[in-house]
């Protein structure tokens, strides 16, 4: 896909904090987010990347092991306390190791994990987040799940498949309990991205990308700015009614039976 430049500004004079904003979804997001007027808050455990996403985007960065509460909090406040307001929350740093397979196959280590950093990383965030937002009367949330949330694979990952369905589940409830604070979450569940996550669990493992591609209608795996375009409109207020809701972004598979030839 070419990228092309966003046609509006939607977002100017917004705050929006990025987890996961050093590569792949996270950085594609951030670019457009800063390209539709946000101030970017760029969270990374990686402070290469990290620094360099929020250099791009004219941002501010704050290193962020998005598991440990305090610095999660930590993270929210430096967004407040520089750009007066938490406007968005793109709840977003997740990872998908080789380890994470069948259930037959997957370890307790390895579950326990992914969970930490797909799942209790995304309750850690929120529950930083809203504060600031009740506090201003809105505010958007934004939680990467994934489209087997929402569909079963034989090719399992059974963590990660797991944890973005948790996602899913706590995002509506949010979405319910805070709606008449002003607050939308939605999660977020794009099919399968052309990202370093899903190259480095493709490249140890071709068949099961064959497998995968096959299924997909469009006949190719997302682009990131793809899903970073969907992040920008449940960011801003041409969603303003899309709430508590599982946003498919993913080329047609949760609605395929079978796929052309």
Known sequence: MTDTSPVCRRLVGRTAVVTGAGSGIGLATVRRLA??????????????????????????FVRTDVTDAEQVEALFKAA?????????????????????????????????????VNLTSVYLCCKAAIP??????????????????????????????ASKGGVLAMSRELGVQFARDGIRVNALCPGPVNTPLLQELFAKDPE?????????????FAEPTE??????FLASDDSSFVNATDFL????IAGAYVTPV
């Open 249 to 252: 972004v993913d080329g047609g």
């Open 80 to 116: 407040f306390d520089t750009y007066g307001s938490v406007d968005i929350a793109f709840n977003n740093a997740g990872i998908s190791p080789p380890d994470d397979d069948s259930i037959l196959e997957t370890g307790l280590e390895a579950w326990q994990r992914v969970q930490e």
């Open 35 to 60: 390209a539709e007027g946000a101030h970017v808050v760029c969270a990374d455990v990686d402070e290469v990347s990290g620094k360099a996403a929020a250099e791009e985007a004219g941002g501010l």
């Open 208 to 220: 099961r990308a064959a497998r995968r591609l096959v299924h997909i209608p469009v006949g190719r």
């Open 132 to 161: 600031y937002m009740r506090a201003q009367g809105r505010g958007s949330i934004i939680n990467t799940a994934s489209f087997v949330a929402r569909m079963g694979a034989a090719t399992s990952q059974i963590s990660y498949t």
């Open 227 to 232: 899903i970073a375009a969907a992040v920008a």
